[in-house]
């Protein structure tokens, strides 16, 4: 008898978006000639920068000649583009990371859910609460937890972001072994100092844990002195692992590239209590179970690094970031406390009392404008909701109107 696995049973099913759907149907239905202003997903709008479409291009051209033309490349990418994310990446900020140290991929969503199959299932997992769901539902598939109860998974240790730690999570008061941490936040906004981040360094080390930092969104980050990347911190290379995407600075949601950094010296530990290199370990689930990015999208990415790429991303995140900041000034003169919008194209709104759909509820019927409800990320959620700089500013400006209107 084929049996399957019980622990996708327990996993919750998620409703967010397709609750957010529903309701935007509904109110489509009842009102025809209202249009509706979406600030609700995190996917971006704008158009791919003109030096990957050229480089992207050129690689298609070299794919139609037999003398240019590329079969299979190395699964962990190409040279070209780890030397380029090696030198742009980190070695410009000071941060000692080398090209074979990048594993390139078409995903941070499959690398954060992917990576957690190198670790024993007994591990102790600690996930932020508001979260991007990937860490805590590829944890419960492969059974590092208990039933759903009560709102969370037994055998979890949820690292509360809220208000009152200006939702960066403490220090877990249990011991635990993989953690979870993404800065700048999804769906917070938040930001990490390097002090707070040399906390958890320094936690990894005494507790003997593993730090997975997902910064999807580090290229939002305008205040120079907070970590880009984890490994800006001392001794962050033997207890940290960095997810990075070109989905949010460059446009690639729909292109699809990313890449991990797993370094030499990254450890873990066997079950007699040796050290383990976990570059290995990674390389070996890698090349077995993925076989490499494209190499036109390779070359799309690696001109994200030329100089008119890096003027153009800039562009492209300075375009976001002044929408958020506008959807910050916005919330703020209606009396709204919120965080993000400043380095992160994530706003974190408190809804001053209100249940977490009854304000996405009043934003849609009254404003026309749809948001991310906090309760779907998480218990720390609800009572908040999440609006995306991910739209154009003609669309923030009309929507933030609506919502003044709406509100007064
Ligand atoms: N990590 C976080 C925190 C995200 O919010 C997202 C996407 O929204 C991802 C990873 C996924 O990135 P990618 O498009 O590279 O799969």
Redesign the pocket.
């Known amino acids: 008898m084929i049996t399957i696995n019980e622990h996708y049973l327990k996993l919750q099913a998620s409703y967010l978006f397709s609750d957010i759907a529903k309701r935007v149907a509904a109110f489509q239905k009842n009102n025809p000639d209202k249009d509706i202003i979406k600030l609700g997903i ?2 971006v709008t704008r158009a791919l920068p003109p030096a990957c479409i050229e480089a992207f291009h050129q690689a298609v051209d070299e794919m139609a000649v037999e003398t240019s033309f590329h079969g299979y490349g190395p699964e962990q990418g190409y040279a070209f583009l780890r030397e380029a994310i090696a030198k742009n990446d980190f070695q410009a900020r000071g941060a000692d990371i080398s090209a074979d140290e990048i594993f390139v991929s ?7 859910g992917n990576i957690q199959e190198i670790f024993a299932t007994d591990v102790k997992v600690a996930i932020p609460d508001p979260v ?1 769901p ?1 860490y805590l539902d590829t944890n419960v598939m492969a059974g590092r937890t208990g039933i759903f109860n009560d709102g969370r998974f037994q055998g979890l240790c949820y690292l509360d972001s809220t208000r009152e730690n200006n939702f960066v999570p403490d220090l877990p008061t249990e011991p635990v072994d993989l953690i979870y941490l ?1 800065f700048p ?2 769906p917070t906004g938040s930001s990490i100092t390097k002090e707070q981040l040399k906390k958890w360094v320094n936690y990894a080390h005494d507790n003997k844990a593993l730090i997975l930092f ?1 910064a ?2 580090e290229a939002f980050i305008r205040d120079e002195s907070l970590p880009k990347s984890i490994f800006e911190i001392d001794g962050a290379k033997e207890v940290a692992i960095e ?1 990075r ?4 600075n460059a446009g ?2 729909g292109t ?3 890449y991990t950094v797993i370094p030499k010296e990254c450890r873990a530990f066997d079950a007699t209590g040796g050290k383990q290199a976990l570059h290995p370990l990674w390389n070996r689930r890698h090349c077995t179970k993925f076989n490499g990015v494209s190499y036109p999208i390779q070359k799309a990415a690696a001109a994200v690094y030329s100089e008119a790429g890096k003027v153009q991303t800039r562009e492209l995140t300075d375009y976001y970031l002044t929408n958020a900041a506008l959807i910050r000034k916005e919330i703020t003169a209606l009396g709204f406390d919120s965080v993000g919008g400043d380095n992160s194209p994530y706003i974190w709104i408190d809804g001053r009392g209100r249940d977490s759909w009854e304000f996405f509820d009043m934003l849609l019927n009254k404003a026309g404008v749809v948001c991310t409800p906090g309760a779907g990320f998480g218990k720390c959620g609800q009572g908040y909701i999440r609006l995306s700089a991910f739209n154009s500013y003609q669309n923030v400006e009309k929507a933030m109107k609506r919502i003044k209107q709406a509100l007064q």
């Open positions: 995190g996917d078409d995903g941070a969503k499959c690398d954060t991007y990937v993404c936040n999804n997902d999807a969104y997810f995407s070109f989905s949010k690639f949601t699809r590239c990313a």
